[in-house]
Protein backbone atom coordinates (compact mmCIF):
# COMPACT_ATOMS: atom_id res chain seq x y z
CA UNK A 1 0.00 0.00 0.00
CA UNK A 2 1.24 3.45 -0.85
CA UNK A 3 2.27 6.55 1.06
CA UNK A 4 -0.78 8.04 -0.45
CA UNK A 5 -3.07 5.63 -0.02
CA UNK A 6 -2.80 5.04 3.40
CA UNK A 7 -3.18 9.13 3.59
CA UNK A 8 -5.60 9.55 1.49
CA UNK A 9 -7.29 6.66 3.63
CA UNK A 10 -6.71 8.27 6.77
CA UNK A 11 -8.25 11.82 5.69
CA UNK A 12 -11.22 9.87 4.32
CA UNK A 13 -12.16 7.94 7.50
CA UNK A 14 -8.96 8.56 10.06
CA UNK A 15 -10.65 6.00 12.62
CA UNK A 16 -12.04 3.36 10.41
CA UNK A 17 -8.58 3.13 8.41
CA UNK A 18 -6.78 2.80 12.67
CA UNK A 19 -9.92 0.27 12.99
CA UNK A 20 -8.47 -1.82 10.06
CA UNK A 21 -4.54 -1.44 10.54
CA UNK A 22 -4.94 -2.99 14.09
CA UNK A 23 -7.08 -5.28 12.65
CA UNK A 24 -3.42 -6.65 10.29
CA UNK A 25 0.46 -7.45 10.68
CA UNK A 26 2.60 -5.01 10.29
CA UNK A 27 1.08 -2.32 12.96
CA UNK A 28 1.60 -4.65 15.46
CA UNK A 29 5.18 -6.03 14.23
CA UNK A 30 5.94 -2.37 13.60
CA UNK A 31 5.00 -1.63 17.27
CA UNK A 32 6.92 -4.82 18.51
CA UNK A 33 9.90 -4.32 16.97
CA UNK A 34 10.36 -0.30 17.98
CA UNK A 35 10.26 -1.90 21.21
CA UNK A 36 13.00 -5.13 20.65
CA UNK A 37 14.83 -2.49 18.57
CA UNK A 38 14.65 -0.07 21.83
CA UNK A 39 16.36 -2.65 24.40
CA UNK A 40 18.77 -4.03 22.37
CA UNK A 41 20.30 -0.64 20.87
CA UNK A 42 20.25 0.23 24.73
CA UNK A 43 22.45 -2.77 25.25
CA UNK A 44 24.03 -2.45 22.12
CA UNK A 45 25.05 0.98 22.29
CA UNK A 46 24.70 2.53 26.15
CA UNK A 47 26.28 -0.78 27.60
CA UNK A 48 28.85 -2.00 24.93
CA UNK A 49 29.72 0.99 22.73
CA UNK A 50 29.97 3.74 25.60
CA UNK A 51 30.19 1.44 28.25
CA UNK A 52 27.37 2.58 30.70
CA UNK A 53 26.43 -0.24 32.49
CA UNK A 54 22.78 -0.32 33.60
CA UNK A 55 21.27 -0.21 36.98
CA UNK A 56 18.47 -1.46 38.66
CA UNK A 57 15.87 0.30 37.18
CA UNK A 58 17.07 0.33 33.36
CA UNK A 59 16.80 -3.61 33.25
CA UNK A 60 13.37 -2.91 34.44
CA UNK A 61 12.82 -0.92 31.86
CA UNK A 62 14.22 -3.11 29.33
CA UNK A 63 12.05 -5.65 30.49
CA UNK A 64 9.01 -3.41 29.45
CA UNK A 65 10.58 -3.05 26.55
CA UNK A 66 10.74 -6.83 25.67
CA UNK A 67 6.99 -7.19 27.26
CA UNK A 68 6.09 -4.78 25.02
CA UNK A 69 7.27 -6.79 22.29
CA UNK A 70 5.84 -10.12 23.88
CA UNK A 71 2.62 -8.40 23.87
CA UNK A 72 3.01 -7.44 19.71
CA UNK A 73 3.83 -10.80 19.02
CA UNK A 74 0.89 -12.37 20.42
CA UNK A 75 -1.57 -9.80 18.56
CA UNK A 76 -0.11 -10.21 15.65
CA UNK A 77 -0.18 -14.31 16.28
CA UNK A 78 -3.88 -13.16 14.78
CA UNK A 79 -4.91 -9.55 14.78
CA UNK A 80 -8.10 -10.15 13.84
CA UNK A 81 -8.92 -12.91 16.61
CA UNK A 82 -10.56 -10.57 19.63
CA UNK A 83 -8.69 -13.10 22.18
CA UNK A 84 -5.42 -12.57 21.10
CA UNK A 85 -6.01 -9.32 20.02
CA UNK A 86 -7.11 -8.35 23.36
CA UNK A 87 -4.48 -10.36 25.41
CA UNK A 88 -1.75 -8.13 23.52
CA UNK A 89 -3.53 -4.93 24.19
CA UNK A 90 -3.26 -6.23 27.99
CA UNK A 91 0.30 -7.18 27.80
CA UNK A 92 1.32 -4.08 26.02
CA UNK A 93 -0.27 -1.36 27.70
CA UNK A 94 0.94 -3.12 31.46
CA UNK A 95 4.25 -3.25 29.75
CA UNK A 96 4.30 0.50 29.07
CA UNK A 97 2.35 1.75 31.76
CA UNK A 98 5.23 -0.81 34.57
CA UNK A 99 7.60 1.06 32.32
CA UNK A 100 6.25 4.28 32.69
CA UNK A 101 6.52 3.86 36.22
CA UNK A 102 10.17 2.72 36.44
CA UNK A 103 11.47 5.47 34.32
CA UNK A 104 9.02 8.18 36.83
CA UNK A 105 11.37 6.35 39.55
CA UNK A 106 14.83 7.23 37.40
CA UNK A 107 13.85 10.33 37.03
CA UNK A 108 13.78 10.85 40.69
CA UNK A 109 16.84 8.89 41.19
CA UNK A 110 18.66 11.30 38.67
CA UNK A 111 18.04 14.22 40.86
CA UNK A 112 18.15 13.02 44.02
CA UNK A 113 22.06 11.86 42.39
CA UNK A 114 22.60 15.73 41.09
CA UNK A 115 21.84 16.53 44.69
CA UNK A 116 23.81 14.12 46.66
CA UNK A 117 25.97 12.01 44.31
CA UNK A 118 26.86 9.75 47.23
CA UNK A 119 22.97 8.78 48.08
CA UNK A 120 22.54 4.65 47.22
CA UNK A 121 19.55 4.98 44.94
CA UNK A 122 19.06 1.32 43.63
CA UNK A 123 20.76 -1.70 43.89
CA UNK A 124 23.78 -2.34 41.55
CA UNK A 125 23.71 -6.07 42.41
CA UNK A 126 20.38 -7.11 42.49
CA UNK A 127 17.34 -7.38 40.39
CA UNK A 128 13.47 -8.44 41.24
CA UNK A 129 11.50 -8.97 38.35
CA UNK A 130 7.97 -9.12 38.40
CA UNK A 131 6.67 -13.10 38.27
CA UNK A 132 9.55 -14.02 40.18
CA UNK A 133 11.37 -14.28 36.24
CA UNK A 134 15.35 -14.88 36.85
CA UNK A 135 16.64 -12.50 34.00
CA UNK A 136 19.09 -11.19 35.39
CA UNK A 137 20.89 -14.97 35.79
CA UNK A 138 19.53 -16.28 32.27
CA UNK A 139 20.18 -13.41 30.43
CA UNK A 140 23.00 -11.26 32.61
CA UNK A 141 24.12 -9.07 29.65
CA UNK A 142 20.94 -7.52 29.10
CA UNK A 143 19.42 -7.88 32.43
CA UNK A 144 21.93 -7.82 34.96
CA UNK A 145 22.14 -4.47 37.28
CA UNK A 146 25.52 -3.29 37.77
CA UNK A 147 25.76 0.36 37.99
CA UNK A 148 24.21 2.99 40.62
CA UNK A 149 20.60 4.81 39.41
CA UNK A 150 20.89 7.93 37.92
CA UNK A 151 24.69 8.30 37.98
CA UNK A 152 25.70 7.47 34.43
CA UNK A 153 26.30 11.51 33.17
CA UNK A 154 24.70 10.61 30.02
CA UNK A 155 22.89 13.74 27.77
CA UNK A 156 21.44 14.35 24.74
CA UNK A 157 20.36 17.99 24.01
CA UNK A 158 20.39 18.66 27.35
CA UNK A 159 17.81 16.11 28.71
CA UNK A 160 19.20 12.74 30.23
CA UNK A 161 17.87 8.98 29.67
CA UNK A 162 14.93 9.42 32.18
CA UNK A 163 13.50 12.31 30.04
CA UNK A 164 14.21 10.72 26.91
CA UNK A 165 12.40 7.43 27.98
CA UNK A 166 8.91 9.63 28.84
CA UNK A 167 9.19 11.01 25.10
CA UNK A 168 9.88 7.09 24.51
CA UNK A 169 6.69 6.27 26.55
CA UNK A 170 4.56 8.85 25.65
CA UNK A 171 5.23 8.16 21.85
CA UNK A 172 3.95 4.48 22.66
CA UNK A 173 1.08 4.78 24.73
CA UNK A 174 -0.45 7.44 22.30
CA UNK A 175 -0.36 5.53 19.51
CA UNK A 176 -1.55 2.00 21.40
CA UNK A 177 -4.22 3.92 23.07
CA UNK A 178 -5.48 5.03 19.72
CA UNK A 179 -5.44 2.21 18.11
CA UNK A 180 -7.68 0.42 21.09
CA UNK A 181 -9.64 3.54 20.57
CA UNK A 182 -10.35 2.71 17.34
CA UNK A 183 -10.88 -0.41 17.61
CA UNK A 184 -12.99 -0.09 20.69
CA UNK A 185 -15.27 2.31 18.42
CA UNK A 186 -15.34 0.15 15.64
CA UNK A 187 -16.95 -2.79 17.96
CA UNK A 188 -19.57 -0.60 20.03
CA UNK A 189 -20.34 1.00 16.32
CA UNK A 190 -20.91 -2.98 15.31
CA UNK A 191 -22.74 -3.88 18.34
CA UNK A 192 -25.15 -0.79 18.27
CA UNK A 193 -26.08 -1.51 14.64
CA UNK A 194 -26.71 -5.63 15.21
Not at 122 to 132: I, Q, V
Not at 165 to 193: E, K, M, P
Request: net charge positive; aromatic share 16%; with cysteine.
Amino acid sequence: MSPTKLWHDLKRDFWGTLADWQDRRPIWLLGGGAALGLEIFSWAYFQKYLKLNPCELCVYIRFSMVVIFIGALVAALKPNHPVLKTAGYVIVIWGMLRGLAWDITLASDYIKAAADPWSVLCSPTSARFPFGLPLDIWLPGHFAPAAMCGGDGWSLWGWNMAQWLFVVYGVFLAGILTLLAAWLRRVFRCRRNA
